[in-house]
């Protein structure tokens, strides 16, 4: 039976059986116990199903990732330790050295630096393309060794939309998947999937988990992209995996499993980067409440952008939100119930008079986070943001003074009253 989306935030991924706990169990084990060796040999082979070490499965962080699946309405779904995790996951698992990705300019920080250094180390090569390209441009980033396009629903901190068919529709051209970073939109307020992207990344320490409590990321799988079309492409899931016992994974998995299935298999197997079962835990209790917290951040966050709007000491605001935004009618579109609780914002006098209005926020905390219940401040040219270069900067939409602030839970009259505070200081 289909359910609605309110109802798979509570009750989807663990489903208990007579006399078990109502509440997923917490599995903190790193080892399971048979009876025999011919049972764990099966598992080893991916020939049953079952667990033998918490770092490549662990039952709380599969239903945690189930339940994230029929959110994204995705067939399969793997925790990892970190957003940061999962982007690397999802790239690497079909992209290894020789090849090219086309990624947007506008992502986070932390993601662009992981693919224009660290992965650039490791022999993959990305051309990073304005997510407002024209048709002509986004052509000309595609290669013969082109594997993947990456790309933010809602971009962190420039605020701008992904055009997802668009881009699907040049992805699927060259034969290649859509990766798509949905954390802050949440499948709440987006499903990317629905939209034409094949695979969906989340840093589920954002607003899944919701109250800065535990680190985690999460890879969706739409299970719609047919690998098998391009075995010269994507060998390693259309040829025999020699470090697993030669097995194929499209064949043996089809194309609602093989993504993830390699990715548990290989990745995680040598790469060790899991979400711990605790962590796992704490992510499902924010993943209960997230329909209910989203409507509440949003509607702060369109209140707070609405009055810095209109302040004289605010020299632009970006909220998708707002009819005069660059992006209002493509989140009409893609966002039609709201978007997010962040809001990237320009403090006339610059990089200073940015600081100083940070400094003297009461309610607002400046911390390096997003997303959160309560409402944090951050400068990311001088913080999760520079290590990039001014002409780096601002392709992905960063300037010097930028400010992002994320609506918490809290009442807005009071988030406004302490931003007034602030303002009048500087």
């Not at 409440?289 to 709007?309: F, G, I, P």
Request: charged share 20%; with cysteine; hydrophobic share 40%.
């Amino acid at each position: 039976m289909k359910r609605n989306l309110e109802t798979l935030c509570v009750q989807a991924g663990y489903h208990p059986g007579n006399g078990e706990p109502r509440q997923i169990p917490i599995i903190q084990s790193t080892t399971f116990r048979y009876e025999n060796a011919d049972e764990m040999a099966k598992l080893f082979d991916l020939e049953a199903n079952g667990y033998f070490y918490s770092r490549l499965q662990n039952p709380t962080c599969d239903a945690v990732a189930a339940k994230i699946a029929a959110l994204e309405g995705g067939t399969a779904a793997m925790l990892t330790s970190s957003g940061q995790a999962a982007s690397f996951f999802a790239v690497f698992n079909i992209a290894g050295m020789g090849d090219h990705v086309v990624s947007t300019t506008a992502i986070y920080g932390g993601t662009f630096n992981l693919f224009s250094v660290t992965m650039k180390r490791m022999g993959i090569e990305f051309t990073f393309v304005d997510p407002d390209c024209s048709d002509e441009e986004l052509e000309a980033a595609f290669r013969p060794n082109t594997k993947a396009v990456f790309g933010e629903t809602i971009a962190n901190p420039a605020l701008s939309v992904l055009d997802i068919e668009r881009f699907a529709k040049a992805a699927h051209a060259h034969g290649v998947p859509l990766i798509v970073d949905n954390t802050f939109a949440t499948p709440v307020n987006c499903r990317p999937i629905e939209w034409g992207a094949d695979i969906v990344t989340h840093s589920t320490t954002k607003y899944i988990d919701g109250h800065g409590a535990a680190l985690g990321g999460c890879i969706v799988d739409s299970g719609k992209f047919d690998w098998s079309k391009y075995p010269e492409k994507f060998p390693g899931l259309c040829t025999p995996d020699e470090s697993y016992h030669g097995v194929t994974y499209v064949e043996r998995f089809g194309m609602e499993g093989a993504f993830i299935t390699k990715a548990t298999a290989q990745l995680m197997r040598d790469f060790g980067a899991m979400q711990s079962p605790n962590n796992a835990f704490l992510t499902n209790l924010g993943l209960e409440s997230l329909h209910v917290r989203m409507k509440k951040h949003c509607e702060n966050a369109q209140a707070v952008a609405e009055y810095l709007q209109q302040h004289e000491k605010i020299s632009w605001v970006r909220y998708c939100g707002l009819p005069t935004d660059l992006y209002y009618a493509r989140a009409q579109k893609y966002l039609p119930n709201g978007s997010c609780g962040v809001i990237s914002f320009g403090v006339r006098g610059g990089r200073k008079a940015a600081a100083d209005f940070m400094g003297a926020l009461q309610l607002a905390a400046i911390e390096t986070h997003v997303a959160d219940a309560r409402t944090c401040c951050l400068h990311p040219a001088g913080t999760t943001h520079r290590q990039m270069s001014d002409a780096e900067l601002e392709a992905a939409g960063v300037s010097a003074d930028l400010v992002r602030l994320s609506c918490g839970l809290e009442n807005v009259d009071d988030l406004i009253t302490d931003i007034e505070q602030a303002l009048a200081r500087i």
